[in-house]
């Protein structure tokens, strides 16, 4: 597509207004500008809708996207919003959640992109898992492929993890996949959890040591942590919960200095989106979330590979829409 200079110095500047927060130059900004253009006049053209997940990159976050946010707040934007593509800059189970909710929507997902988590579990092990405790109920974290929610009883967000496991009716609950999480909410419940080992590679590499050389130095830090890190990371710090939650904290505290416990994309966030934080520390990159490049989006909308589409068996759909229902109903705001 051809665009003028008038269009690509006012795209320029739009790209940069945003970008300088997180250290773009000017320069990467008018080299980009071109993608982002001609994506916004496909996404058009097409009825189509942006989503990105907070761990993104902000090229992708500030330039194309149309909605940010968690995993499970994006899926459900995704069904309630008349576009009828949806783009969705995550991994792949957060693409399967959006087409379970949106089985009549093009769901796509840029790059081939897993999670450690998700991928560390399967519809065998969870078969095994029910054969070996039959009276106990089955919670998984929404980290799981379509299938495995499938063969759940209830499906749960980092949100809203323990309201689900105290709802279930039986006294002992298998909770798969994050055995990290599943620590952390036996803390919080009377349930007797059965866990699995999977893991989060970005979440667990943070340690305790790190937050109290961080407090040493920055007596008035606020730290917050997602619940995919250890127990005695989430103890230390001063709120644990979901990507949502963390912004949610940043803006209704009045903390200066910020350290983020989770993935450089909340960093991003919250140096464009809270310009007077100092975010504290050091972050971590998921290396699945940021497979995905502005040229990866540009093929998705002008010729979608096969492996970019989200496609899921009906009967499958079914029974994995059934734990996400039960879990609303439990849960109804979405907690
Ligand atoms: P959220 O559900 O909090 O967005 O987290 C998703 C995730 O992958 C965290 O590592
Ligand atoms: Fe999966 Fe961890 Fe990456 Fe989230 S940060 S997508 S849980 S590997």
Redesign the pocket.
């Known amino acids: 597509m051809i665009f003028t200079d008038g269009q690509l110095t006012q795209e320029t500047n739009r790209l940069y207004d945003k970008l300088k927060h997180t250290h773009w130059s000017r320069e990467d900004a008018a080299l980009i500008a071109p993608m982002t253009l001609e994506i916004a006049t496909l996404k058009k053209e097409q009825n189509a809708i942006i989503l990105a997940?907070?761990y993104q990159t902000p090229d992708i976050m500030y330039g194309v996207a149309d909605f940010l946010g968690?995993?499970?707040m994006l899926s459900k934007i995704a069904s309630e919003h008349p576009a009828e593509k949806i783009i969705f800059c995550s991994v792949h189970f957060m693409g399967e959640t959006a087409k379970i909710l949106s089985p009549e929507k093009v769901v796509l997902v840029p790059a081939v992109a897993g999670?450690s988590l998700a991928e560390s579990i399967t519809v065998e092990d969870v078969r095994k898992l029910r054969k070996q405790h039959p009276d106990a109920g089955v919670v998984c974290y929404?980290?799981t492929s379509a299938a495995v929610k499938a063969e759940s009883d209830v499906c749960c967000?980092?949100a809203n993890v323990v309201n689900v496991i105290d709802a279930m009716p039986q006294d002992e609950v298998i909770f798969i996949p994050d055995k990290l999480m599943g620590q952390n909410v036996q803390k919080l419940t009377k349930k007797k959890l059965i866990l699995w080992h999977g893991t989060?590679i970005?979440?667990e590499m943070f340690t305790v040591d790190t937050i109290k050389e961080i407090r040493m130095q920055h007596p008035g830090v606020k730290i917050l942590a997602?619940t995919?890190c250890n127990s005695s990371v989430v103890d230390a710090v001063d709120m644990a919960g979901?990507?949502?939650d963390m912004l949610r904290y940043i803006a209704s505290s009045d903390a200066d200095e910020i350290m983020l416990v989770t993935?450089c994309g909340i960093t991003d966030r919250v140096k464009t989106e809270f310009e007077n934080k100092h975010i504290v520390g050091a972050c971590s990159l998921c290396p699945y979330m940021k497979k995905i490049m502005l040229r990866d989006i540009l093929v998705a909308l002008k010729n979608p590979r096969p492996d970019q589409i989200i496609e899921i068996p009906e009967d499958i759909r079914l029974k994995a829409k059934q734990s996400l229902d039960r879990m609303l109903d439990i849960v109804p705001k979405n907690k």
Request: net charge negative.
């Open positions: 997940h907070s968690d995993s499970y999670c929404v980290n967000t980092s989060c970005v979440h997602h995919e979901s990507t949502s993935e």
